[in-house]
C-alpha cells in the first residue's frame, strides 16, 4: 500500500473516526455476552447457561440486549477517543526516528496505558448505568431514568462510583490490548505494521487475541467493579471500597469468585475485539484512500 507510510506519518482524526465504527460493531456484536457476564458476576450462581435460560425463558432474547442504549449512545465517543488518544500517545511517548515508521512496541504500550486511563473517565458513569440497567428485574427504567435516580440519591459524585477501579482495570489491560495485537498482526502477517498490507483474517484474530489477553490480566478487578457498582448508596452498601470488597467476596464465595464468568467474558472479548479491530482497520483504509482521491482530484482540477 502506497498510501500506509503516508498515513503513519500523518492521519490526525481519521483514528477518530475509525475508532467510532469500530466501537460500535463490537457493542452490537457482543452486547447479549456482556449482559450474561454482569448477570453472572453478581449472582451465587456461576452457570451461564442457567442463567441464560432463566432469563430468556422469563423475559424473552431481548432481555439480553437491556441497557445497550447507554454505551451504544456513548461509545463512538468513547472509542474514538481511546482509539485517537492510543495514536497520538504511542507516538508521543517514543519518538520515531522516521515518520514513516510504526510506533515500537514500547510506544505501543505507553500509548495504550495512556488511552486506557483515560478511556476510564467516560467509560465509568457509563458502565455503572449499563450495569444497574442490566440487572433490573421487576421495575424497568430507561438509561436517563437510572442517571438520575443515582444523580438524586448520590448527587453528580455518585455516577463516578467505581472510578479508581476503573482505571486500575483499564490502563494496564489496555496497555496490554494494543501491545498484543500489534505484536499478533506482525507475526501473522510479517511487515503489515509498515505497509499495512494484511488480511481480513489476520485482523480479526489479533484483535479477538488482544481481547482474550486484556480481559484475563484484569478480570478479578472488573469482579469487584461490577459489584461495587451494582450497589447503591442507600441502603447502606454492603462493601465500602475495593479492598473491602475483594476481601468479603473472597471470604463468602472463595477465590472462585473472582474468576467468575470468565468464560463469557473470553468469548465475547474474542468476538467483539475481533470486531472493533477489522472495523477499525477497514474505516482507517476507507477514510485514506477517499482523502487521497480527493487530493488527487484538487490537483487534477489546478
Not at 473472582?258 to 483504509?285: D, H, K
Request: aromatic content about 10%.
Amino acid at each position: 500500500m502506497d498510501f500506509w507510510p503516508e498515513f503513519l506519518a500523518s492521519s490526525w482524526g481519521k483514528e477518530f473516526v475509525a475508532g467510532g465504527f469500530g466501537g460500535i460493531a463490537g457493542i452490537i456484536s457482543g452486547y447479549p455476552l456482556d449482559t450474561l457476564r454482569i448477570l453472572q458476576q453478581n449472582s451465587k450462581t456461576g452457570s451461564a447457561f442457567t442463567i441464560l435460560r432463566n432469563v430468556v425463558s422469563k423475559e424473552g432474547p431481548t432481555a439480553l440486549y437491556r441497557g445497550m442504549a447507554a454505551p451504544l449512545a456513548s461509545i463512538t465517543f468513547q472509542n474514538a477517543t481511546v482509539f485517537q488518544a492510543y495514536a497520538i500517545l504511542s507516538r508521543t511517548l517514543d519518538p520515531l526516528e522516521s515518520t514513516k515508521d510504526p510506533p515500537s512496541y514500547k510506544g505501543v504500550a505507553l500509548g495504550g496505558f495512556g488511552a486506557g486511563a483515560l478511556q476510564s473517565l467516560l467509560l465509568s458513569p457509563v458502565e455503572l448505568v449499563k450495569i444497574r440497567l442490566q440487572l433490573q428485574t421487576k421495575t424497568q427504567k430507561g438509561p436517563k431514568e437510572v442517571a438520575k435516580s443515582i444523580i438524586k440519591a448520590e448527587g453528580l459524585r455518585g455516577l463516578f462510583r467505581g472510578l479508581g477501579i476503573t482505571v486500575l482495570r483499564d490502563a494496564p489491560s489496555h496497555g496490554l490490548y494494543f501491545s498484543t495485537y500489534e505484536y499478533v498482526r506482525e507475526q501473522l502477517h510479517p511487515g503489515c505494521r509498515k505497509t499495512g498490507e494484511e488480511n481480513l483474517q489476520t485482523m480479526l484474530v489479533a484483535g479477538g487475541l488482544a481481547g482474550v489477553a486484556s480481559w484475563i490480566c484484569c478480570y478479578p478487578l472488573d469482579v469487584v467493579k461490577t459489584r461495587l457498582q451494582a450497589q447503591s448508596k442507600y441502603p447502606p452498601p454492603k462493601y465500602t471500597g475495593i479492598v473491602d470488597c475483594f476481601r468479603k467476596s473472597v471470604r463468602e464465595d472463595g477465590y472462585a469468585v473472582l474468576w467468575r464468568g470468565l468464560g463469557t467474558a473470553v468469548s465475547r472479548a474474542f468476538l467483539v475485539n475481533g470486531a472493533i479491530f477489522a472495523a477499525y482497520e477497514i474505516a482507517l483504509r476507507c477514510l485514506l484512500s477517499n482523502g487521497s482521491i480527493q487530493r488527487e482530484n484538487a490537483m487534477s482540477a489546478k
